[in-house]
């Protein structure tokens, strides 16, 4: 990076002495992005149980590169980025809170680099709170240590965009753009689509308005997607019949992608849901939506701060970005997950912390006493309302987790042990912690055929998963069953002999 002590420039001019910000990063700069950064990763073994266990998504990642189960079937959708992410300990180890511990770990260090990366850009106490709210959200504290891409995707989303400001603006910070490069290659090595959708204005940018760093940016920006989604597309020709058919799947997956107002779905979701597919049910209370409007409003604000501080593009392109990042989760898709706002909360949090800054240090002594009592009273409101939704949303997730647990310890009382075959409801999960692989021959999770799974029946333990009053497959209506809670256990009988054994 440039040295933090020389004026920042903005659009290629060097600014007046009023949009001068943070001359000097060393000291308590550093340390209040430290000091968020290691609150961050507090809170998350505080809040977040490492013993949760892992969710539906997480043993499809996990599993790819683990030491406790078979690869399950990955999706057209999904990319590599995650289970590479977590083989450091999954190739080698299954216990879930080493994992937890892990990528809290490193989601409070990619906090700290991310929001380092827009030293100059922005004054220290700014970035210290935009990385204070953006932690503070439950859906943020909540996926932080979970082995999902999109918190990893809004970190991705911080580096390219603070790094193409900050390449633009001084054509000598080399580190600038390989960080463009770098933040645009973890995004796409995530979610290729996601990465597309958030760097559109910065690509809008290069194309359309002229600039002396215009080449190199555009090769570092696309040369990061490239990177990143290099694999995808490669995988997309060798698995998935090529690229066109691998977006077609991961459309037809989501939903089919077109025109679907979310924005309803999205509120819902605020609640604690994880997944809100179908999206049914009440909307979540006032105290818990507020937030949600407010964040567009205050970001206007923050805009507004910054023209008049001459910082205008430091701002804007972020909005930007975080507005095409959020375009496909809230008017393309049929259902919602408030996770996958998480890029957009990442770049709205920091117009959005200006304004708060600007409201407590607005010249007037007559109402600055007020203005920051009732900052302070709001934020705190906030805090409270999102760890009240955060420990719904924990313990809910826990419950869930329990119970497929204690359905692979009947599993194993049953013989159905590694290595084994499930198929059927929730077969995924339930396959990742029995240790056993799981195989569908319908849906989006197709991988199988009634003739193959019996003839794996033939050598493994085979076990169909059905809900307690719902019907097996036909292959499978003669088979042992046994009662277990909410679901139906179907046991494939062991081979006669001389038919093969099971070993």
């Not at 290659?185 to 958030?198: F, G, H, N, Q, V």
Request: charged residues 10%.
């Amino acid at each position: 990076m440039a040295n933090s002590s020389n004026v920042t420039l903005v659009g290629g001019r060097r600014p007046g002495p009023s949009s001068v910000v943070g001359t000097s990063w060393r000291g308590r700069g550093e340390l209040a992005l430290a000091a968020v950064a290691a609150a961050f990763t507090l809170a998350q073994l505080a809040l977040v149980r490492p013993g949760m266990g892992l969710g539906w998504d997480e043993t499809v990642y996990v599993s790819q590169i683990s030491a406790h189960a078979p690869p399950a079937f990955f999706s057209a959708p999904r990319a590599r980025g995650v289970s590479l992410l977590v083989a450091p300990i999954t190739s080698w180890s299954s216990s879930t809170p080493l994992l937890r511990v892990y990528l809290a770990l490193l989601s409070g260090l990619g906090l700290y680099l991310a929001l380092r990366v827009w030293r100059g850009l922005f004054p220290a106490r700014v970035l210290a709170l935009a990385g204070a709210l953006f932690a503070s959200l439950w859906v943020t504290m909540f996926y932080g240590p979970q082995a999902m891409p999109n918190y990893w995707v809004a970190i991705g989303a911080l580096i390219c965009v603070g790094c193409f400001l900050r390449a633009r603006a001084d054509r000598c910070d080399r580190a600038a753009l390989g960080g463009v490069g770098a933040g645009a290659a973890l995004m796409a090595w995530m979610r290729p689509t996601d990465a597309i959708w958030t760097v559109l204005p910065l690509l809008a940018l290069l194309v359309c308005v002229r600039g002396r760093r215009r080449p190199a940016l555009l090769t570092a920006l696309v040369a990061g997607l490239v990177a990143g989604a290099g694999e995808w597309v490669v995988e997309a020709y060798v698995s998935y019949g090529g690229l066109g058919q691998r977006l077609s799947d991961a459309s037809h997956i989501q939903g089919g992608l077109g025109w679907n107002i979310a924005v309803g779905d999205q509120l819902r979701s605020l609640g604690g849901r994880a997944l809100c597919r179908p999206c049914t049910g009440a909307m979540p209370g006032v105290a818990v939506m507020a937030w949600w409007f407010v964040l567009p409003l205050l970001a206007a604000l923050g805009l507004a701060v910054a023209v008049r501080a001459r910082r205008t593009a430091a701002t804007l392109v972020p909005l930007a970005c975080a507005t095409t990042a959020a375009v496909p989760y809230l008017f393309l898709i049929g259902y919602a997950a408030p996770r996958f706002l998480l890029p957009a909360y990442a770049l709205l949090a920091i117009p959005v912390a200006e304004a708060f800054v600007h409201l407590v240090t607005v010249p007037g002594r007559a109402w600055r006493p007020a203005a920051v009592a009732l900052v302070a009273l709001v934020l705190a409101g906030h805090l409270a309302v999102q760890y009240a939704v955060l420990e719904k949303a924990v313990d809910r997730t826990t419950a869930a987790h329990r119970g497929w647990a204690r359905t692979a310890g009947e599993l194993h009382r049953l013989g159905v042990r590694p290595p084994c075959l499930l198929t059927g409801s929730e077969a995924i999960p339930i396959a990742f912690y029995t240790g056993c692989s799981s195989a569908q021959t319908s849906g989006h999770n197709a991988n199988a055929t009634r003739v193959g799974i019996l003839r794996t029946a033939a050598r493994i333990p085979v076990a169909v998963l059905a809900p307690a009053n719902g019907s097996p497959p036909a292959y499978a209506r003669g088979w042992p069953s046994h009662r277990y809670g909410a679901v139906r256990i179907h046991v494939a009988p062991a081979p006669a002999a001389g038919e093969g054994g099971r070993g």
